[in-house]
């Protein structure tokens, strides 16, 4: 039983933590679309990220231009 | 601590303080001894063994009963844990995939709790970005809740609530 215990407590933890990381990356996705839409610089849009999602300048970088690509790809 | 993997570059010793809390000033510390070389000759250096024939197995045929079953005939034949197989071999390969089924749930459930994050996270970064362009347009918080409603279909009140939060 507690073995089985432990076992619910960890899938919990551990759908938390992935539901935690979809949300961070949605939240990049969204901004990112609407900013996009309303004329916001790159480099406007990574600062926006970095203070809104709590994104390292690297990382909100590469997000912001990894979603910008997709956007691009899907236009084209 | 038992090492497995294929990082080259592991720590012998992997301290709780330093490594997972940036060398915080904490009063207490854990430190664990990192366990990898398969030259030991003891049976932890045949698990090792065992552990790196079978990701090799698992990367040519998946995570299957045949790869848990040609990774057990590699290791007999190689006198690896030997002894152990050759009684317990059916055991070991019905423990193998329970734990590749196990693996599997659980990368079919951590898909879908992100997706389920994701969404709801595009959704609150979009408001976020409606705000954020209201803000540098100079507009006034009516203007950006009546935006808000408008784009997103949600209430007077509820509009007027996430904007409170991120205004």
Redesign the interface.
Known sequence: MFILFDQDYA?GV???E??????????????????RK?G?TIDEIVR?VIE??GLKEKAALKQVHKILRKIADKED | MIYTGNRKAVKDIISLKEDFWDNANLPLDLRVKVIRSEDRGDIIGQYIIFAHVLDSQINIHGRTKLAAENAIRICQDNGVLKEYLDGRRKEVVDIMVMLFDQDYAMGVYGRERERVGEKRGKKCGKIEGVVETCRKLGATIDDAVRMIMEDFGLSQEAALKQIRELW
């Open positions: 899938m551990y759908g938390l992935r539901e935690r990381r979809g949300e961070k990356r949605g939240m990049v996705i969204g901004l990112v679309k609407v900013c309303q916001f926006i809104k999602v």
